[in-house]
Structure formats: C-alpha cells, structure tokens
C-alpha cells in the first residue's frame, strides 16, 4: 500500500501532470474583494435536460426560476462546495468522466472555471484538507497464473486551490484487505484530527480469490458464473455482521489501521454501484459510523445480516469502537430504515429514511429525522411536506454559519421544487426558496477570492 505520494509531493506532482489538468483560470493578482458572498442554487429544467446555476439573496426565503437565469451547466450526479468551489461531479458508468466547477466573481455572479478534472470512474468520494478525493474499485496489472486479475481501488485527488487533478501513483491493492479473503471497497471519505477515516465494504469474493481458495467448503455454493464474462465470484460478502473503518495516517493512504465491530452491519447506503457515505465525523472530531444494513436485501441468509439500522462511534484520536457509547438502534427509535445521512453540526445528524420497503435505489425514501450524537435521539422532522408527496430530496444538505441547514425537496403534489431550512437542535423545518424549475440538485453558498 505505499505509495510515492507526499503532502509535498503532491503539490509538485499537480504542476507536472499538465496532460491530466488545467491551470487555474483566475489569475494570482485578481482585484476581486474580500467578502463577497452569495447563495445560489443549481437546478434542472423542468425537461431535466440542462442544469442552470444561479445566484439569490436568501435560501431561507424569496422565489426564483431556471427559465432565462442563471449559468447553463451539465447535469451532475453530485454538486458540493469545497474551498469556495462548487464542483459537479458526474457519474460516467465504467467509463472516466471530466467533472467542472464553478466559482463567484467579483461582480457576484457565478462563473465555470476553465480547469477541467478529469476523474476516474468514482463509486464514492470525500475531502481531506485541500482535496476532494474520488475511488473506486478497479482491477489491478497483478494476476495469478490464470490470468485473473486482483482487484484495487483507484484513488483521484481533486485539488480546488490549484485545480488540478492527481491520479494515486498505484492502487490500493484491495484483495484479502480485511484478512477474510474477500475484496474490498471504500464509502466515503472523512478527516479528523490529520487521519483520513474511511468505511471498508466487503464485497464478496473475485475469481483472482476464487482461484487463491478463499472460500470456504461450506460456501462453495454461493460460488456465481457470471453469464457475461464466465468468471466465478462470490457476488457478496460472507460477513454481513461486521462492520470496518480504515484510519489512514493521512491522505496518501499508506498506512492503515482497521477498526472494527460485529455489534452492526457495514458502513454505506447504496444506489447501484454508488457508496453514499455513512461515517462522518462530528465537530469536536468523534466518528460517527452509521450501518442502514444494505446487506438485508440478499436473498441468502448467510449474506444477509438481521441487524436493524444503527450508529456506533469512535472516539476522536481513538482506533477503536467506543464500548461506553454502545449501539444506537436507529430503525427502532424511529420505526423507519436508513437510506443514507449527513453531518449538520455539532453532534447533529441528517437522517434520510424510508417510509416503504427498504430497497437498493433509494425510493420511497421520503422520510427525515434528525439524529443527536451527544443525546443518543432520533427525532422525525415536522414541518417538511407529507412522506406520501416527496418525490426527492437534493442531492446534501448545506450547513450555514447561522446552525441551520437547507436542503431542497421535491414532490408530486403540483408545488414548485423549494428549499427547505432545518433546525437541527428542534428536528424542524419551514419551506424558504422556491424555484420554477424541474427540480433542485443543490442550494448553498459561495464566497469569492
């Protein structure tokens, strides 16, 4: 797992790889003032075939509209802000994908930058210091002698200050990563006191494993073909019961400790290929490891863990799970499953859960709650419209300097797409920003340089 990237060496390697990246498109001296600030939305036409960018005064309030306004820009699979830098970042299937960002001029108004990253195919992605950085599972140039590959993860850093895009000089080799023979993904990617905390997914068994005997003569028969390739894996893992972390000592990801619990399941919501995260850290830099159980829809029970959605935590500086804190039985406390959760602030968590049965795509995911990491609470947030008429949620929430978050919700029910302000010390919300529009991707705010 070593790797010749360093903190140092990855600033020089950026300024080398012009092939891969573009140089800042603002240049070092630009008169823009401190200061200026503005919140702004990206939403979709109502054909959902273009995305526009624009600016408002307020989330908490006001109305606004796609048609004629703001800065025509690809659709995106995610949108965030990272040091001032609203990025979009698209899924490409298993293809690579260039992914854009924005920024705010001088003059308050919203502009693409001309650096263009060109990512590997991502399943997931976080932020360390500086960087945004994407993996995801790829096979590797080692085989064995019968030409099965071993499977790695690709690491991505995108550099916003530089806007440059540095590709890790190897993969991480991910087979037999948590010593039970299985391969491995990442979900999500989180820092805390300079260590890089990751949630490890067992994904099952890959024919570079098969062929090495790592399963064992009594799961011989979940041995699958695939019909496409003839290959023969394990389509998923044979320890639902545990649940892993991996703290990395920093963002090059070359030592690693592994933390781990069988008092949950692993750590990650799904949607197809994609590993929304589900550990976070808190303000005060404890981890918050959150297990909605995606393993339940397995159709074997040796793959299927029985265990309810829940939270456990480590410590801040800790390397292991915090017996004191115990497991939070999250399902129970509301009576609705875990789709996938963000950090507010605080200790406060954004819950997204289902009202319906849960499933791998995320629909009738319709409900939200607020959960307190000090208190041990769930509470179900009023004030948002009724679980029957949501449609959607955007893609996170953002988090204002004021306590309160906005995230933005969609429904069937004839109402515009609006953004919604949550308190998260009361579990409420109220409607704010109205857009004319197909619907709302991300709402937040952006500061210009």
């Not at 024919?207 to 041995?223: F, H, Q």
């Not at 919501?269 to 981890?287: E, F, H, K, L, V």
């Not at 996170?396 to 306590?403: E, H, M, S, V």
């Not at 309160?404 to 308190?423: F, H, L, M, R, W």
Request: charged share 20%; hydrophobic share 35%; with cysteine.
């Amino acid at each position: 797992m070593n790797t010749q990237l360093t903190k140092l060496g990855l600033c020089a390697l950026s300024t080398l790889m012009l092939a891969t990246a573009c140089e800042k498109d603002k240049p070092k001296d630009d008169p823009t003032p401190a200061g200026v600030e503005s919140y702004f939305f990206s939403a979709t036409n109502s054909e959902g075939t273009a995305n526009y960018i624009a600016t408002v005064s307020s989330l908490a309030e006001g109305q606004s509209t796609v048609v004629g306004n703001g800065l025509e820009a690809t659709t995106g699979t995610e949108w965030f802000v990272h040091k001032d830098m609203l990025f979009r970042l698209q899924y490409n299937q298993g293809n690579a994908g260039g992914t854009s960002s924005y920024f705010l001029n001088a003059q308050g108004q919203i502009e693409q930058s001309d650096a263009t990253y060109d990512i590997q195919r991502f399943e997931t992605f976080g932020f360390y210091g500086d960087y945004v950085i994407t993996a995801a599972a790829a096979a590797t140039t080692t085989t064995d002698a019968s030409g099965n590959a071993a499977y790695g993860i690709n690491v991505t850093y995108l550099d916003p200050v530089n806007q440059t895009t540095i590709n890790r000089s190897q993969p991480i080799i991910c087979e037999d990563f948590l010593g039970n023979g299985e391969y491995v993904t990442f979900s999500g990617m989180v820092e805390s006191g300079g260590k890089l905390y990751t949630a490890v997914i067992p994904v099952g068994v890959s024919p570079y494993g098969i062929a090495a005997g790592k399963v064992s003569e009594a799961n011989k028969d979940l041995i699958a073909t695939n019909s496409k390739t003839g290959a023969q894996q394990v389509n998923a893992t044979q320890f639902p019961n545990e649940c892993w972390v991996a703290m990395f000592d920093n963002e090059q990801m070359d030592k690693v400790t592994l933390i781990k619990t069988d008092k949950q399941s692993y750590s990650c919501g799904r949607m197809r290929s994609q590993y929304y995260q589900c550990t976070w850290a808190a303000s005060n830099g404890d981890i918050y490891v959150f297990a909605p159980n995606v393993s339940r829809t397995q159709t074997d029970a040796r793959q299927r863990s029985d265990y309810k959605s829940s939270v456990m935590r480590i410590k801040a500086g800790d390397n292991k799970f915090d017996d004191a804190y115990g497991t939070v039985d999250i399902e129970t406390a509301c009576g609705h499953a875990l789709y996938r959760c963000w950090h507010l602030s605080g200790s406060y968590f954004l819950l997204q859960l289902f009202t319906g049965e849960f499933n791998g795509m995320g629909q009738n995911a319709t409900a939200m709650a607020i959960y307190s990491g000090e208190e041990k609470t769930v509470k179900l947030i009023t004030g948002l419209p009724a679980t029957s008429a949501i449609s959607s949620f955007g893609k996170r929430p953002y988090n204002d300097a004021n306590g309160k978050s906005y995230i933005s919700v969609q429904t069937n029910d004839g109402q515009k797409p609006a953004v919604y302000e949550i308190d998260p010390a009361t579990a409420t919300a109220k409607r704010g920003l109205e857009v004319e529009c197909g619907s709302i991707s991300y709402a937040g705010k952006l500061t210009a340089k």
